[in-house]
């Protein structure tokens, strides 16, 4: 991948892509022009969906969440690699709460999202970003902002023959736990469908995995290790 293609939005995907932005702020009803019939979307907390009529669906639990929210478009950095634009970026609002984010000047307010293309059109969107934008959680800020990273580097390293994946632990048996006495631990250990608590020795062993050679077609991946949580 060339490094001419990070910067502005100068390719017709680009363009496709900054015009998303552009118009999901503005509530535009020709949002969905720019995509396929049966698009797929993925969004924090949602999960993965498809089609308009789950967008929409989406949307409508969003508004509610906001006074005010906009895409800064002069902030953002696009990667474009064959059928597929990364970008990242930043934006700023009020919540329903009145609590105010900026990205950039808050630790809410920073996303990247992948697109993927057919025939001109979106065919897949995945947005990673903390939806806590007001920054009111430090510790789920952290973990989203490692997650988005995490994807954004796969996609750009990838070509470079460099692999990035994220492990997500579970509950798992270290000191931060410690904490807890015998009997809450029993209670959580019986909500995990494995029934027990995890070892620091499996996420060790998930690690070892994806830095060798056995993993070397894995890249982006979201790999959990938290007894069937999910």
Request: a negative charge.
């Amino acid at each position: 991948m060339a490094l001419a293609a990070i910067g502005e939005a100068n390719t017709a995907q680009k363009k496709a892509t900054r015009e998303y932005f552009v118009r999901i702020d503005a509530s535009r009803p020709d949002l969905f022009d720019l995509f396929t019939a049966d698009f797929q979307f993925y969004f924090p907390k949602f999960g993965v969906g498809r089609g308009r009529a789950e967008f929409e669906i989406l949307a409508g639990g969003l508004i509610g969440t906001f006074r005010s929210f906009a895409h800064d478009l002069d902030s953002f950095r696009y990667i474009e690699e064959k059928h597929f634009v990364a970008v990242e970026g930043r934006t700023h609002g009020t919540t329903s709460g009145g609590s105010k984010w900026c990205g950039g000047e808050t630790s809410g307010g920073r996303f990247s999202s992948i697109f993927e293309f057919c025939d001109g059109l979106i065919a897949r969107m995945h947005i990673y970003l903390d939806p806590d934008y007001a920054g009111e959680d430090t510790y789920a800020t952290t973990k989203w902002a490692v997650r988005g990273m995490s994807k954004l580097a796969a996609s750009e390293l990838a070509p470079h023959h460099i692999r990035v994946n994220s492990i997500h632990p579970g509950l798992i048996d270290t000191p931060m736990i410690g904490a807890n006495s015998p009997a809450q631990l029993e209670i959580y250990a019986a909500m995990i469908p494995a029934r027990r608590i995890g070892t620091p020795l499996e996420v060790a062993e998930l690690a070892l995995f994806l830095a060798s050679d056995a993993s070397r077609y894995i890249i982006g991946a979201e790999i959990t290790v938290d007894g069937g949580i999910g």
